[in-house]
């Protein structure tokens, strides 16, 4: 079983930057093939996929935040930090950090965490 766990501020003032951690944990034999990715589901709108890292190390975003968003490891393999910059009401939303795992695709999700940008 292997279980996802995103944390950070619940609350982000407009124009600062937002820190996300995900953190996996279980039975978890990272590959180069596999990736963790960051998806996030505005209030009352579809999800909106983010960007991944692989644990080879290369990372990928959506051209729509491209120029504010980074996706690095943190402290282990098991870590990732978002980082997404110049933040507005419109990044209010839940985030979510999702595995993904060569020819199986999404297979765990955590639970998400509610960011909220307001003044």
Known sequence: QVQLQESGPGLVRPSQTL?????VSGVHIPRNDDSLHWIRQPPGKGPEWMGNIYYRGDTHYSPSLKSRITIARGTSLNQII???????PEDSAVYYCVR?????????WGQGTQVTVSS
């Open 19 to 23: 820190y996300l951690t995900c953190t």
């Open 82 to 88: 978002l980082q997404l910059s110049s933040v507005t």
């Open 100 to 108: 993904w795992v060569a020819f199986t695709g999404y297979d765990y």
